[in-house]
């Protein structure tokens, strides 16, 4: 029962870590936001791949993660240096588009199949989600040195993963009925709004990178 108590402590310890890195609720803005044009049937497509592939590279690095940085020779620093370069593009290409979804339609145009796929992959999933930041703490939570339990006899560290990406799907999947009671012009401002923001965080990403690797 002792040992059953610790583990359950674990799992509470290590879904509160993980949802503050995560936080899904500061990411669902971006998700409306990335998902403007999308129909109501993709936006749900997109936040349960978001969900999986989320859960898929928190675990992979969660058990392997050191291995995986080891053998390409690269660090979390220059992780963060990268997914910062590529959000601040994704962002300022986003943010300068003047195209409405709305234009000449009464009906949104939705997002193709490749566009959907690619948008619940990255930035969502390997940046915003299971960016450097989560990636790393997963490695630290699996760790010989957190928890009663290690290594694949670690139950807590993949189930807070599992519980804290369930969170995410459910609040990106109620995220997607903001489209239905706010005004599109609403939803258009919100929407650059938030890739700046986005933008902001690349230019962070890329900063701490380099601070961390300029400070070795």
């Known amino acids: 029962m002792e040992y059953l108590a610790s ?30 044009k999308a ?21 992979v690095f969660a058990y392997f993660g050191d291995l995986i940085l080891v053998a390409l020779h690269i660090t979390l620093d220059s992780v963060m240096i990268a997914g910062g370069i590529f959000l601040l593009v994704f962002a300022i290409r986003d943010v300068t588009n003047h ?30 989600l299971a960016g450097p930041g989560a990636i790393a703490t997963v490695i630290v939570l699996n760790n010989p040195s957190y928890g009663v339990a290690k290594g694949l006899t670690d139950f807590s560290t993949p189930l807070a993963i599992l519980f804290s990406c ?22 258009m401002v919100i929407s650059k709004v938030m890739l700046i923001l986005m933008g902001a965080v690349g230019v962070s990403f890329i900063v701490r990178g380099i601070t961390a690797i300029l400070s070795h």
């Open 7 to 36: 583990v359950a402590q674990d799992l509470v310890e290590s879904m509160i870590t993980l949802l503050v890195i995560l936080n899904p609720a500061k990411a669902t803005p971006f998700f409306c936001s990335l998902t403007a």
């Open 39 to 59: 129909t109501l049937d993709q936006r749900k497509r997109i936040a349960k791949r978001t969900a999986l592939v989320t859960s898929i590279i928190l675990l």
């Open 99 to 128: 195209e409405s979804g709305t234009r000449g339609s009464k009906k949104p145009s939705s997002l193709s199949t490749e566009e959907a796929n690619n948008i619940a992959v990255f930035p969502l999933a390997t940046l915003l």
């Open 166 to 187: 369930v969170i995410v799907w459910l609040l990106f999947t109620i995220g997607t009925k903001l489209t239905k009671i706010v005004k599109p012009s609403v939803m």
